[in-house]
Nanobody
Framework: QVQLVESGGGLVQAGGSLRLSCAAS????????MGWFRQAPGKEREFVAR????????YYADSVKGRFTISRDNAKNTVYLQMNSLKPEDTAVYYC????????????????????WGQGTQVTVSS
């Protein structure tokens, strides 16, 4: 089991940057693939990015590709989401999640694939 705590959210102007962090408890962090999802008011939770256990493989939603970068530091039990060129439509609560399984690119984008979730951190982008 792993517990996840996100941080780094806040208010930023369009075009700005933020870096989200997700700290995981436990000594088995490297055994989980990690993902970031987001949920805007009135909308369903949507996939943002995923990173493999070693960090060697990443997936991104088309809406963030080229602007967001997911990374991880297994020594620090932390996964990051660097968000650049932010847009008002990026406004949402951002969640990190852990997947103990091995998922292909289809299942990697589904929230039901992930067993553990953080509490979320709010990101607001003003125009």
């Amino acid at each position: 089991q792993v517990q996840l705590v996100e941080s780094g959210g806040g208010l930023v102007q369009a075009g700005g940057s933020l870096r989200l962090s997700c700290a995981a408890s436990g000594r088995t962090f490297s055994s989980y693939a990690m993902g970031w999802f987001r949920q805007a008011p009135g909308k369903e939770r949507e996939f943002v990015a995923r990173i493999s256990r070693s960090g060697g493989s990443t997936y991104y939603a088309d809406s963030v590709k080229g602007r967001f970068t997911i990374s991880r530091d297994n020594a620090k039990n932390t996964v990051y989401l660097q968000m650049n060129s932010l847009k008002p439509e990026d406004t949402a609560v951002y969640y990190c999640a852990a997947d103990p399984g091995y998922s292909d690119s289809y299942y990697a984008r589904r929230s039901s694939t992930y067993d553990y979730w953080g509490q979320g951190t709010q990101v607001t982008v003003s125009s």
